[in-house]
């Protein structure tokens, strides 16, 4: 079965902490990894793509395939990355729509 | 915002009417697709449309149809809302030169009373 599980539903730091929200798939399959970020009441945006291997925001993210894991990483947290984050994967044929977890809230205090 | 916009942003229903939800995009994007956001559950992918008149069910597709009679508009319609209906609902389209990146409208929230 294709399954995105982000275990925390929310997850508490102070500014200047590191951050790590964690994201496991089951999936048939070579898919492509997502992460979205929803600030309050507003759009999902996309943040990264495993394949483009950017740095957005200063968050990064590994595929590592043989735990099947994407965890999103911040070495240092700001107070503005205080959102819901969703990670999401697809399978590689155009068009396949995107499959979400359940979402992980970061609440970043001073 | 990939030139999506959905309308209407905010609605409040009674119980047994229909309403429908549009989507519009400006950008002559092949797929389109609508979820609903949940606490607790996420997103969960209703419907989706690989083209004109070319649409598929998803994971919570009971009590809602859609139609796509052109390239800009995708329909979605609770064919007689209910409680459990009442949700943020999404559109979202696959840009297709991003992989399977799909880009968010800004959300349409639904109550039904």
């Known amino acids: 079965a294709q399954r995105v599980t982000q275990p925390e539903k929310l997850l508490s730091v102070f500014k200047g902490a590191p951050v790590e929200l964690k994201c496991n798939y089951s999936?048939?399959?070579?898919?492509?990894l997502f992460w979205y970020v929803q600030y309050s009441r507003q759009r999902l945006q996309l943040l990264l793509r495993?394949?483009s291997r950017e740095s957005i925001k200063g968050f990064t993210a590994d595929l590592n395939k043989g735990e099947t894991s994407f965890h999103l990483k911040k070495p240092f947290a700001q107070e503005e990355d205080s959102a819901m984050y969703y990670c999401a994967l697809s399978g590689y044929q155009a068009g396949t729509a995107l499959i979400f977890g359940k979402g992980t809230t970061l609440s970043v205090s001073s | 915002d990939a030139g999506i916009t959905q309308s209407p942003r905010h609605k409040v229903t009674e119980t047994g009417t229909p309403v429908t939800l549009r989507c519009h995009q400006t950008e002559n994007h092949r797929y389109m697709y609508w979820y609903r956001q949940d606490p607790g559950h996420g997103l969960r992918l209703i419907h989706y449309s690989y083209g004109v008149k070319d649409t598929d069910k998803g994971e919570v597709s009971d009590g809602y149809s859609v139609s796509r009679s052109k390239t800009e508009d995708f329909l979605l319609t609770l064919e007689s809302a209910t409680s459990s209906q009442t949700s943020v609902y999404f559109c979202a389209i696959m840009s297709g030169f991003e992989g399977n990146t799909i880009y968010f409208g800004e959300g349409s929230w639904l109550t039904v009373v």
């Open positions: 495993h394949i």
């Open positions: 999936y048939s399959g070579s898919p492509e």
